[in-house]
Nanobody, 123 residues
Framework: QAQLVESGGGLVQAGDSLRLSCAAS???????MGWFRQAPGKEREFVAA????????YYADSVKGRFTISGDNANNTLYLQMSAMIPEDTDVYYC?????????????????WGEGTKVTVSS
């Protein structure tokens, strides 16, 4: 399976924007992708997902209107554009691959995960 490598995390201030990238070593075509986040001691939380065709996207209510998920199939890269960030967005963000064209918000349906990238939002 493809290796997923996230990048773009860092320290930002509340109200700032940040773009995360997830580079896949293999072909992402026909796979749906997602972004999840997790804080220490907490369960992994769904953030956003996109179907392979990019026709369908899902967002958690907490990020709807602020985050945008997109993919570049030609370059095998998934993005998460985050804007109007708040301290509650502080987490480790993971991209994940689901070997099914239909998007999902359920972490258990994703079989391939990256190592994560840390995002910290200061108030």
């Amino acid at each position: 399976q493809a290796q997923l490598v996230e990048s773009g995390g860092g320290l930002v201030q509340a109200g700032d924007s940040l773009r995360l990238s997830c580079a896949a070593s293999g072909d992402m075509k026909m796979y749906s992708m997602g972004w999840f986040r997790q804080a220490p001691g907490k369960e992994r939380e769904f953030v956003a997902a996109v179907s392979w065709s990019a026709v369908t996207t899902y967002y958690a209510d907490s990020v709807k209107g602020r985050f945008t998920i997109s993919g570049d199939n030609a370059n095998n890269t998934l993005y998460l554009q985050m804007s109007a960030m708040i301290p509650e967005d502080t987490d480790v963000y993971y991209c994940a691959e689901r070997r099914w064209a239909v998007a999902s918000m359920n972490a258990t349906e994703f079989g391939n995960w990256g190592e994560g990238t840390k995002v910290t939002v200061s108030s």
